[in-house]
């Protein structure tokens, strides 16, 4: 899913990467993780309000499921990777799916 939706937020003209100078003073671009994208003010204009809260709700929130860092982290155990979440994955990517995208 971050993968999909980072090309997304490219196509749709979003910034995936930042620049931040490191100690000795050189400017450095880095990848901006699912969480920033999800919350960038640009994209709240792009994307249904109901759509991201879905995502936000499913992959970052630490209050609800937190997916994406309980499994990019290996904090889930084997009977955690249920068919409820799998569904949910799958309905996020559906979600994902009606955007239409500009034609160049």
Same mark, same amino acid.
């Given at each position: 899913?971050? /993968?999909?939706?980072? %090309?997304?937020?490219? @196509?749709?003209?979003?910034?995936?990467?930042?620049?931040?100078? %490191?100690? &000795?003073?050189?400017?450095?671009?880095?990848?901006? %993780?699912?969480?920033?994208?999800?919350?960038?003010?640009?994209?709240?204009?792009?994307? #249904?309000? #109901?759509?991201?809260?879905?995502?936000?709700?499913?992959? @970052?929130?630490?209050?609800?499921?937190?997916?994406?860092? %309980?499994?990019? &982290?290996?904090?889930?155990?084997?009977?955690?990777?249920?068919?409820?979440?799998? &569904?949910?994955?799958?309905?996020?990517?559906?979600?994902? /799916?009606?955007?239409?995208?500009?034609?160049?």
């Amino acid at each position: 899913f971050e /993968g999909l939706f980072r %090309d997304l937020c490219e @196509v749709l003209g979003i910034s995936t990467f930042f620049t931040e100078t %490191d100690i &000795h003073n050189k400017v450095i671009s880095k990848e901006r %993780d699912l969480n920033s994208l999800l919350r960038d003010q640009n994209l709240a204009n792009l994307i #249904d309000k #109901d759509d991201l809260f879905f995502f936000k709700y499913i992959f @970052v929130e630490k209050s609800a499921m937190n997916l994406r860092n %309980d499994v990019a &982290h290996s904090l889930m155990i084997a009977e955690e990777y249920t068919t409820n979440k799998f &569904h949910l994955l799958l309905l996020c990517l559906l979600r994902l /799916g009606k955007y239409q995208l500009p034609s160049n």
